[in-house]
């Protein structure tokens, strides 16, 4: 079986399932990440709702783009909600990323499910807030200095890159 790909559209595309947060959910994420766009918004009509039991007009999908990534925000009911089996991560370059996103997609999220750079944002879904260059230190071929890397990961809620270079150091 062949299916035509539309022109531009990645072949694999994440969809989050939101009760009825996916239209400010993905405003809220393309205000934090740059090179992001909202996209098209489909909204629910009169038709099939006694099934889906949405409003007209509220938001039934949001095509979004974060740094280049599509996505879609699926606005289908309160039956299926986020859990940690699925995070994004969002790999840094430096604290003060490390610090913008933590900061921005932590706000009103969930402070008991942040640790070892994870955190869930007010919608319930999982981020991974951590430094491009910590596979590096977890697979060195210094394994003191990796087993003292991770020692450090495991104390810390957001990452902190000098605190993690410091542990591996010895």
């Known amino acids: ?10 072949r694999i595309s994440p969809c989050l399932w939101f009760d ?5 959910a993905a405003k809220l994420y393309v ?12 909204r629910y009509g ?11 007009g509220s938001a039934m999908t949001v095509q979004f ?17 986020f859990n940690e089996a699925v995070s994004l991560q969002v790999f840094c370059d430096s604290q003060a990323e490390i ?13 008991k499910a942040q640790n070892c750079g ?4 007010k919608f319930g879904l999982s981020w991974q807030v951590v430094p491009r260059m910590l596979g590096e230190l977890m697979k060195g071929p210094d394994a003191g200095a990796s087993q ?8 810390m809620k957001k990452l902190d890159i000098a605190q993690l270079k410091a542990a591996a150091q010895g």
């Open 65 to 81: 783009t974060l740094d280049g990534q599509e996505f879609l925000a699926l606005n289908g009911g309160p039956q299926f909600k």
């Open 46 to 56: 009169e038709a099939g709702k006694e099934f889906h039991k949405k409003q007209p």
């Open 1 to 10: 079986m062949s299916t035509v790909q539309p022109k531009g559209q990645q």
């Open 20 to 24: 009825d947060q996916g239209e400010e």
């Open 31 to 42: 205000s934090i990440f740059p090179n992001s766009t909202l996209g098209a918004v489909a």
């Open 99 to 111: 610090d913008h996103y933590w900061e921005k997609l932590s706000a009103g999220g969930d402070p």
């Open 148 to 155: 003292r890397a991770m020692g450090a990961l495991m104390q």
């Open 118 to 121: 994870w955190l869930k944002d």
